[in-house]
C-alpha cells in the first residue's frame, strides 16, 4: 500500500517535468582567480570597461574543479541572461575584446563589490 500512495497521479507528472526547464538561468563564465579579492578586481576592471555589455547583470563565483590539477578554482559568472542564445550572443560580444567568455548555468555566490 505504501508503493502505491507514494506514486504520482497522471496530472502531477507534466508540471514536474516541465519545471527544470522553467528555473533554468543562463550566464556567461568570463575567468578565473585564486581569491575572491582578484576574481572581484577582474570583474571591477571588466566591468568598467564594458558596463553597457554588463547591464542588468550580476557577478556571482562559482566553485569549479580544475581539469588538470584537480584543484577548485573559483569561477567568475555574469548572470542572469534570458536564455543559451543570450549568453551565446554576449560571449560573441565579448569576443570582439578578445576576453574570455563561455555560456554557462547561473548561480553561485554573489560577490560583494563594496
Known sequence: MQSRAAMPGPAAAPPSA????AT???GVDIG???SI???RARWLGI????????EG?????M???APH???TELRLVVGPLANAEAAAKLCAALALYRLPCQPTLFGGQHIALQ
Request: glycine share 6%.
Open 24 to 26: 533554468l538561468k543562463y
Open 57 to 61: 547583470l550580476m557577478p556571482a563565483v
Open 32 to 34: 578565473s582567480a585564486v
Open 18 to 21: 516541465a519545471a527544470p526547464a
Open 47 to 54: 566591468h568598467s570597461a564594458h558596463g553597457k555589455l554588463f
Open 69 to 71: 590539477t584537480g584543484r
Open 37 to 39: 579579492e582578484v576574481l
Open 63 to 65: 566553485l569549479r574543479q
